[in-house]
């Protein structure tokens, strides 16, 4: 299998884009990679965020809980749904899905898979963490991996990891 | 003597294929997921889905996760849809059906491909209905086919699914159902609300031009549609007309 990566903005560059590409995708799942900083495994409780970029929407009464993208879950309390109500917001880098079992949410955080007692919203605790459930390493681009993913900006720093999100209009692909 | 051992037999039995049963319907309280969701609960087990991978896990009294195992799929899984015992996996190139053991293992039943697109799917007990959205969506592997569409598959038996009716859509994204009525995101365009009572004719009750809807979650009594920049919420009571609720919109 011939593998290469072709990166638009070189491209653009240097007008040497190895195969052409066909339409570039307004919106695709695809990865994004996630920047080191070393609190990536912390979990938090945080005041309610503004809404920048939702993925998922989950229900489970009477919260609402939307993902945001690649940063953590919007929590609503939807009790009176004529007034819902923002109640938190739950940080979780580099997440992307979650659902809810007995109180317990599950979530990936980067490559680990979580699981966070949300039983008392003021007093969260990480009950479970398996680490590196998801393979996708670090590197200036996601190994083994055949698809779109966001181009690595290196001004942000060193890439610890990759998840996958819906992404907009990638310039970095890998057929 | 010989009766009493027959029935005691029979509520060994009895017992036996209650336990079983209580795998996948125990008392677990779960929630629940919009269409696009990748991350599902059926009974003690969690399921996630990557592009290439599906994994279970039971979900142990304390909260903790004992892997269980994981089944290579082909490219490009995007969603998984829970009905009962069965996983629904919508990917670019197609459909496939699993249906979930006592134990919580997935076992493949049947696949249906279909032209590359983007497609959450959702099901009842008769019908899967697939959105394709390719007009702006990935044409990475494999040429584009012309058409954003609504596709209704005949799942009766789940071995064999048959394509029942394909309608053109503009930008389908997540769906849901409520009895004979679907609701069909399509992004910037908005919400379509679809009479599915005969699936050979599909037509739109309403539909909603002025909210970007990206998934939908169907409540009893309640729509909760997800836009990037917003979370509606619409009473459904009367398709024609959908009632605003509520926003949120931070």
Known sequence: MRIFICCCFFALLLNACIQERQTIPAEVIGLAPIYASDDWQDIQILAPQSIENLGKIYYKSPFIYATERGRGIHIFDNTDPAQPKAEAFLQIAGNSDLAIRNGILYANNVNDLIGIDISDLADIEVVERLANIYQVTGSDFPENYIGYFECVDPNLGQVVGWFETTIREPECWRE | MKYLGAIFLCFAFLACSNDSAATLNSSSSTGQGGSLARFTVVGDYLYTLEVTTLKWFKAEENGGLTPQG?????????????????????????????????????????????????????????????????????????????????????????????????????????????????????????????????????????????????????????????????????????????????????
């Open chain 2, 70 to 250: 994981e089944i290579s799929l082909n490219e490009g899984q995007e969603t998984i849809f829970p009905l009962d015992n069965l996983l629904f996996l919508g990917s670019t190139s197609g459909m496939s059906i699993y249906e979930i053991s006592s134990t919580g293992e997935p076992v493949f039943r049947s696949q249906i491909d279909h032209v590359v697109g983007c497609d959450p799917v959702v099901a009842n007990d008769e019908f899967a209905f697939v959105t394709l959205r390719i007009q702006s969506c990935a044409g990475l592997f494999r040429p584009l086919a012309t058409e954003d569409v609504l596709n209704i598959y005949n799942v009766q038996d789940i071995q064999n699914p048959n394509p029942v009716a394909s309608y053109p859509m503009n930008d389908p994204r997540g769906v849901g159902l409520a009895g004979d009525v679907l609701f069909l995101c399509e992004g910037a365009n908005g919400l379509k609300v679809l009479d599915i009572s005969d699936v050979n004719d599909v037509s739109t009750i309403s539909q909603l031009t002025n909210i970007h809807a990206n998934d939908v979650i169907v409540l009893n009594d309640k729509l909760l549609v997800i836009g990037p920049e917003k979370i509606i919420q619409y009473d459904y009571s009367d398709p024609a007309n959908l009632v605003l609720i509520s926003e949120i919109n931070l």
